[in-house]
């Protein structure tokens, strides 16, 4: 098969094929009797390959269960796809968590966290109860995505209670690829009123909405998987 046939097929220039194969991610284009650069079945299952996976698992992943199976190791590609599996559900069960409780909060009336109500905290406390690095806050403060005041005596970082829900949300995309969606939550999150649980509670569904047309994405690449170690033969 002729590059331009195939970059055609795949909605893709030969030079986006050319370097996805000059960085391993693809065999080595063979050679015709006249000497011109041809691809293969082979290749061509390996570049449908990389199209399905790298929405839903993204491009390191994806490389690094290509590079796998070009090494013949079906095992280190399936754990490399099942490890990101695996994180998108632990981002699945922390926005499913996260939107059930700024649900309850909402249907008892609760704008200042309920049992988290209290006196501001500071950014050592806030990061030991949400799991967010500090580093991470302050940038974030930064952003205007959460605001701190500052401690009379000493001048540290001091967040009211209130955040505390901004923090909640802004955690629940870290990991999300950059993508207009992602760049329009977070522009939600930065304007929310931190008292506002039932916008909280939107915005933690749209987070979980997220994830799981993440794991549809995942899945349509897992198909793709499957069909070229079948290709391969490294599967019965």
């Known amino acids: 098969m002729r590059p331009v046939d195939l970059a055609r097929e795949l909605k893709l220039s030969t030079n986006t094929l050319r370097g996805y194969e000059a960085r391993g991610l ?9 000497g011109y650069r041809m691809y293969t079945e082979v290749h061509r299952a390996y570049f449908h390959c990389l199209r399905a996976m790298a929405p839903g ?3 390191e992943v994806t490389s690094e269960v290509l590079r796998a199976l070009q090494a013949g190791d079906v095992d280190a590609a399936l754990w490399a796809a099942g490890r990101a599996q695996a994180a998108l559900h632990r981002e699945q069960i922390l926005a499913a968590e996260t939107a059930e409780r700024f649900a309850s909060e ?6 200042q966290g309920g049992e988290h109500a209290g006196e501001p905290v500071g950014i050592g406390e806030l990061s030991g109860e949400t799991g967010v690095p500090r580093s991470a806050l302050r940038y974030w403060e930064k952003e205007g995505l959460v605001s701190s005041l500052r401690d009379e005596e000493n001048g540290y970082r001091k967040y009211g209670r209130s955040e505390l829900r901004k923090v909640l949300l802004m955690r629940l995309l870290r990991s999300a690829v950059y993508s ?3 760049v329009q939550w977070k522009e939600a999150v930065k304007r929310l ?9 939107r915005l933690a569904l749209e987070a979980l909405h997220y994830w799981n047309a993440l794991a549809r994405l995942q899945l349509k690449g897992l198909h793709s998987l499957y069909s070229l170690c079948r290709q391969l033969e490294l599967l019965e």
Do not use: I, L, N, Q
């Open 106 to 111: 909402a249907e008892a009336g609760d704008t």
């Open 193 to 201: 009123d931190p008292d506002d649980t039932e916008e909280a509670h």
């Open 26 to 34: 693809v065999p080595p284009a063979v050679r015709s009797p006249k």
């Open 57 to 59: 698992f993204g491009m």
């Open 180 to 182: 207009e969606e992602a």
